[in-house]
Structures are given as structure tokens and as C-alpha cells.
T-cell receptor
Framework: AQTVTQSQPEMSVQEAETVTLSCTYDTSESDYYLFWYKQPPSRQMILVIRQEAYKQQNATENRFSVNFQKAAKSFSLKISDSQLGDAAMYFCAYSPGGGGATNKLIFGTGTLLAVQP | GAVVSQHPSRVICKSGTSVKIECRSLDFQATTMFWYRQFPKQSLMLMATSNEGSKATYEQGVEKDKFLINHASLTLSTLTVTSAHPEDSSFYIC???????????????FGPGTRLLVL
């Protein structure tokens, strides 16, 4: 069975600095999808970034980028120029893809990010 | 991202009553929706996959008779917690998978969640 591990329960970063959140996963599949979701205090899950496993290029979305190491099964999230609004719980998630009912998300335990002014 | 609504946003009920939660996909039709449960300070756990026009698929350990799912249309799925008890108190979240052509296929978009408190 696939699993997702986030080894950092809490992280802290100074405003305008850079922080990296770690995520590892376990799967025997060769094609899958990885995601980072953000959950602020409102508890609305917000998609931050997605990565397709067959793409070697790391995904980027403005200040957010990932370091995808397929062989090591590692998928870390880098937040540059951290802002106060980045403070939230961040969840790493894995999906086997394939669409429809097979496309269920498996979440890690989350990393609570605090941003210090 | 896509807009997914949930109603109600929070509900308080007495033990033994049933509660229905609605999940609507506002931006596209969805043959598949997912229902998650999140306990305080914990991660999201998939409860079931809702399939339009057919029976839901439940994850191991989730009682299908207690958590009734109805996906009656391509934009609406409902979760009914039957004979609710205090241990069912939780945050329930639905998600919708973006269809092909949306631009971010294989991606799920989440509703704002429903906070259930059973007294």
C-alpha cells in the first residue's frame, strides 16, 4: 500500500526567508501524481502545487517550487520569500492517477508552518 | 481553482439523529466525488468514493450503513450520517476531481468542509 510521510510536524520561518518542507512516499507504481495542499485556519484545502511523476522537471508556481526525486521517492516543497499568509498546515499527498474512483488521495500527517514577522 | 460548495458549514445535533451534508461542484460536472473526515490536528482520511449513478465505494473500516452516500446528479453528492453519536463529531470535507480538459486533470478540488458536533 502507498504511504506518505511528513517527518516535520512543525516548522518556523522568518518573513521573507526560504523554508523547505519534506515529504517522502512509498509506492511500487511508476506513474502517479504528487501534490502539496495548504490548509489555513479556515480549514479550506487549497492546492499549492502538483507534480506528474513522469515529468522530470520540477514544478513551480510563483514562490512555490518542488524538488522531486523519483528514485529517492522524495517530494519536498520550497517556499521562497515567505509571507505571513503562508502560515498554515501543509499536506503532502499522493495519487495513483488513472482518473475516477482510482484517483484517491493519500495524505501525509501534515507540517504546521509558522511565519515570524 | 474550481469551486466546490458544501452545506451546511457547521451543524450541531443530538445523539441519535441523522445529518445530511451536501457537496456541490459548481464549475464542472463530476462523475466522481470523494468524502474525507478530519479529526482535530490530524490529517484527512478518505471515507468513500462517490460515483454518479452507482453505489459508493467505502474505505476499509467505514460503515456503509452509517455513512450513506448518494450521488444523484453530476453536480451533487450527499453524505448522511445516520444515528449520529458523539464519536462522529468531526470535520467532513468533500472533493471533486477535475475532468480532462480542465487544465489540471487528476487534481482534486475541495469544498470548505462541514463541522459536525454531536451532543
Amino acid at each position: 500500500a502507498q504511504t506518505v510521510t511528513q517527518s516535520q510536524p512543525e516548522m518556523s520561518v522568518q518573513e521573507a526567508e526560504t523554508v523547505t518542507l519534506s515529504c517522502t512516499y512509498d509506492t511500487s507504481e511508476s506513474d502517479y501524481y504528487l501534490f502539496w495542499y495548504k490548509q489555513p485556519p479556515s480549514r479550506q484545502m487549497i492546492l499549492v502545487i502538483r507534480q506528474e511523476a513522469y515529468k522530470q522537471q520540477n514544478a513551480t508556481e510563483n514562490r512555490f517550487s518542488v524538488n522531486f526525486q523519483k528514485a529517492a521517492k522524495s517530494f519536498s516543497l520550497k517556499i521562497s520569500d515567505s509571507q505571513l499568509g503562508d502560515a498554515a498546515m501543509y499536506f503532502c499527498a499522493y495519487s495513483p492517477g488513472g482518473g475516477g474512483a482510482t484517483n484517491k488521495l493519500i495524505f501525509g500527517t501534515g507540517t504546521l508552518l509558522a511565519v515570524q514577522p | 481553482g474550481a469551486v466546490v460548495s458544501q452545506h451546511p458549514s457547521r451543524v450541531i445535533c443530538k445523539s441519535g439523529t441523522s445529518v445530511k451534508i451536501e457537496c456541490r461542484s459548481l464549475d464542472f460536472q463530476a462523475t466522481t466525488m470523494f468524502w474525507y473526515r478530519q479529526f482535530p490536528k490530524q490529517s484527512l482520511m478518505l471515507m468513500a468514493t462517490s460515483n454518479e449513478g452507482s453505489k459508493a465505494t467505502y474505505e476499509q473500516g467505514v460503515e456503509k450503513d452509517k455513512f450513506l452516500i448518494n450521488h444523484a446528479s453530476l453536480t451533487l453528492s450527499t453524505l448522511t450520517v445516520t444515528s449520529a453519536h458523539p464519536e462522529d463529531s468531526s470535520f467532513y470535507i468533500c472533493s471533486v476531481e477535475a475532468p480532462a480538459g480542465w487544465g489540471t486533470r487528476e487534481t482534486q478540488y475541495f469544498g470548505p468542509g462541514t463541522r459536525l458536533l454531536v451532543l
